[in-house]
Each structure stands twice: as C-alpha cells, then as structure tokens.
C-alpha cells in the first residue's frame, strides 16, 4: 500500500477500498428518494474517500475503514445537502397515508393492510403501492415535525444541531419506549424487513432475496413502516422538543 518512497500509494488504496464506498452508497440509497442516482453517491463518496486517504496518519487497517466510512458518508450528505430529494406534494401525500393509517388503527384496532389503506386513500391498490415505491427516502423524524419550517433542505432535516436534532430526539427515553412499542405492532413482514435493515444492515437487494420479493417491494414495505411508526409518534416527538427546549431554558 506504499510506494518505493514511503508514501501511501493512492490508486492502489482507492481500488482496495472502492467496495467499501459502494457499500455506504447502497446503504444511503435505501433511505433516499429514487431519483437519487447511485453513480452520483458513489463519485461523491469517492471525494471522501481520497481525503480520508490524505488525512489518515495510522496505516490503513480497521481503523482506518471507520474513518474512511465516516469521511464517504459525509461527502455524500453534502453532495446531496443542496438538494430537496423529497418533492414537497409527495410529503403531502405520505402526511395522508400517515393520517389514513391513524384513523382507520383506532377504528379498527390492529394494523389496516394496504388494500384498506388504499381504499381509505381513495385510490387503487397499484396507485397506492407506486406512491410508497416513490417515497424511498421516507424518513421517521423530519426537522420540519419539530416547527413550521416547511421549506427546509431534505438532508438538514435529519442532521441538524439544534432542540429538534433527530438523533436527540430518539434518545428520549419515552420516545425510544414507544418506539420498540410501535415496532413490535408492525405487521410481521414489515416488522421483519426492518430487522433486516436495521440490526442485521442488509440492503434492499439482500432484503429481497431473504424475503423472496423483489427490491422495489422492499423498498414498498420499508416506505410503509416507516409511515406507520411516523403516524404513532410524530405527536410524541413533537412533545419530546418542547421538554429539552423547556429544561435548556431553565438549564
């Protein structure tokens, strides 16, 4: 990995690591809207990748994959920062399934199937379905959900310094409780496909081939959990903001 000089040699060190940034941009993808391209993550994630390479002191080990996933990660979120990825009349109409997905649990008292969600949405089943394949990128907590700011950028919305940081949020202890609630009253595909995703960090593709569907009806699935956890706490997140903006004022 170094050259006859003793410096490292970059293009050998970017060919070894060139998985490791494909793997980061899959794993990004599946929380993005499906107009993001995987070609553009993947040629901003290699611009972290050469950094990391010209900062990194330590040898090219273990550690260094750490930094090096942080430092791509990064890179892409700005390549993306710029961007709104989520059209503002999708959000509308996830903020209907979610209000759908509300009214017809507290009717009904179990999870509604698609089928009934649908129908509550006043639109075919294959509508209803090609609307969640359109909202990859369907996100739990926006920044949006803590104020009125509806015209803030997509990526600022998820990782942002302030009371209503994403992250702060979900380490509230009622919120994780009824967060772990919320999971375990997921339909059990959806309950399983998030299992998958999330605790054993498979992509859609590899989610897919355990499920026995294809990528884009994960990626369904994954949209429509996500809609049904939001529809439970978004109130709670909501509550969560004003407590930490409450004990900062009186901090």
Known sequence: MYTAAGQPDRNELVQRFVPLVK?????????????????????NGM???LDAI????EGFGAQFETY?????RGAMLDGLRANDWLPRNLRRELRRIEQAINQLEHQHGRAPSEQELADALGMGLSEYQKLLQDARGHQL???????????????ERHFVDSDGDPAGILEDKDIRENLVKAIA???????????????????LREIGEV??????????LHSQAIARLRGQLVGEVKQAVGRRRKEKSLG
């Open 211 to 220: 499920m026995g569907v294809t990528e884009s009806r994960v990626c369904q």
């Open 141 to 155: 907590v926006y920044y949006e959900d803590f104020g009125d700011e509806e015209d803030a950028d997509f990526l």
């Open 68 to 72: 090096a996933t942080q430092r791509v």
């Open 47 to 49: 611009i972290g990748l």
């Open 23 to 43: 793997r980061v941009a899959y794993h990004l993808l599946a929380r993005l809207p499906a107009n993001v391209q995987f070609e553009d993550l993947v040629q």
């Open 185 to 203: 009253r997921l339909p059990e595909r959806e309950k399983l496909m998030m299992a998958l995703y999330y605790e054993q960090d498979l992509n």
């Open 54 to 57: 010209d900062r990194f002191q």
